[in-house]
């Protein structure tokens, strides 16, 4: 899949039709640290593209 931006958040996901609760576990799974990126405690949760294309591939995330 082509994304249109290097880094995008949940919501920007959400638009091209990936479930939000996926997103969530992704962001809270084993590999978040290449895979998020979190803006503040309380903040947004920024997904690096390049990433979240690999490791779905590769079947990592569920």
Do not use: D, W
């Not at 039709?17 to 803006?39: D, F, Q, V």
């Amino acid at each position: 899949m082509e994304y249109p931006k290097p880094i995008m958040t949940i919501s920007e996901l959400q638009e091209m039709g990936y479930p939000r609760e996926y997103l969530l576990r992704a962001c809270h799974s084993k590999h978040a640290g290449k895979l998020c990126i979190r803006t503040s405690r309380r903040g947004k949760f920024l997904i690096k593209t390049e990433v979240f294309e690999s490791l779905q591939n590769r079947g990592c995330l569920r």
